[in-house]
């Protein structure tokens, strides 16, 4: 029942049909998960959940993961990144 929500706004985009990725990756950089959502107009809200598991379906072990948030804009790729920790 465990589950991280990860909520952001995407505004000032003017393309539509743009892909707003999260991935997860472990500290050796290696990703473990990919979550896409693509929308006609990727402006707006987004809570996008992970349920600690990898692309394979498997829980991942315990500890500190990257997550990063991007997307193609206007001006280019756009990436934000921050740390989460997983407990069992």
Do not use: C, M
Request: without cysteine.
């Amino acid at each position: 029942n465990d589950r991280a929500t990860f909520n952001f706004s995407v505004g000032r985009l003017s393309a539509a049909d743009k892909d707003v990725r999260v991935t997860i990756h472990d500290l050796s950089g290696a990703a473990i998960r990919e979550l896409a959502e693509r929308r006609a107009d990727p402006r707006g809200d987004y809570a996008i959940p992970w349920f600690g598991e990898d692309d394979s379906g498997q829980l991942v072990p315990p500890g500190i993961y990257i997550i990063s948030v991007d997307l193609d804009s206007d001006s280019g790729r756009e990436k934000v990144a921050t740390t989460i920790e997983l407990a069992y």
